[in-house]
């Protein structure tokens, strides 16, 4: 018996309400887990872009300073 089968009996309620729940209830430590490291990475490659961009910009800052001195 497929599964399509089995749920075209079932009320509305069972497949769009129970069914749903019961994934969460039963896979909603694995789903947190998974988000929250998915959610950490993302914030940890912006804070890698946002320093490396500081660093470039800092670079350039003093490099342009330095170089507008020995004009002089």
């Known amino acids: 018996m497929a599964v399509r089968e089995i749920l075209a009996g079932m009320p509305w309620w069972v497949k769009w309400v129970a ?3 019961l994934a969460l209830f ?3 430590g694995l789903i947190t887990s998974v988000l929250t490291f998915v959610v950490s990475l993302l ?3 912006l804070l890698f872009v946002a320093l490396v961009a500081g660093l470039i910009y800092v670079v350039r ?3 342009s300073s330095a170089r507008s001195r020995q004009d002089w």
Do not use: M, Q, R, Y
């Open 43 to 45: 914030f940890k490659v």
């Open 19 to 21: 069914i749903p729940l």
């Open 61 to 63: 800052k003093f490099s």
């Open 26 to 28: 039963v896979f909603g």
